[in-house]
Nanobody
Framework: VQLQASGGGLVQAGGSLRLSCTAS????????MGWFRQAPGKEREFVAG????????EYADSVLGRFVITKDDAASTVFLRMTSLKPEDTAVYYC?????????????????WGQGTLVTVSS
C-alpha cells in the first residue's frame, strides 16, 4: 500500500487547511487510517485516526474540536480538515495505515506511511 499525502501549505493563524491522503489501492475501507505530525525538534505525535468502518474516530486533545478526520472509501482517500490553526500546529503531517478497526495512537502501530506534507502556520 502506498499513501500519498497532499494539501499542506502556509496559512495564517486562525485559518484552515484540508489535507488529503490517497491510497494506491482500496485501503480506506480496509485499514484504519491515521494522521500524525512532527514538528522540528520534536517527536512524531498522533493527531487523528479513523477506523476502517468509519464510525470510530480518535483525536489528540490538542486538536479536538478544531480538526475533523473523514474518509471517502470509494476514492480511497482520507481527509483531515483543520480549522482555527495555531502556530503550534506547524509540522510535517503524515498519513498512515494499519489493519483492523481499532484506532491506535502510537506511530509504531502503523505499518504503512505516506511521505508527509508540510503545514506552516504563521502568527
Amino acid at each position: 500500500v502506498q499513501l500519498q499525502a497532499s494539501g499542506g501549505g502556509l496559512v495564517q493563524a486562525g485559518g484552515s487547511l484540508r489535507l488529503s491522503c490517497t491510497a494506491s489501492r482500496r485501503s480506506a475501507g480496509t485499514f484504519t487510517m491515521g494522521w500524525f505530525r512532527q514538528a522540528p525538534g520534536k517527536e512524531r505525535e498522533f493527531v487523528a485516526g479513523i477506523g476502517k468502518i468509519g464510525s470510530r474516530t480518535e483525536y489528540a486533545d490538542s486538536v479536538l474540536g478544531r480538526f475533523v478526520i473523514t474518509k471517502d472509501d470509494a476514492a480511497s482517500t482520507v481527509f483531515l480538515r483543520m480549522t482555527s490553526l495555531k502556530p503550534e500546529d506547524t509540522a510535517v503531517y503524515y498519513c498512515a495505515a494499519r489493519t483492523g478497526n481499532y484506532v491506535y495512537t502510537r506511530d509504531t502501530d502503523y505499518s504503512y506511511w505516506g511521505q508527509g506534507t508540510l503545514v506552516t502556520v504563521s502568527s
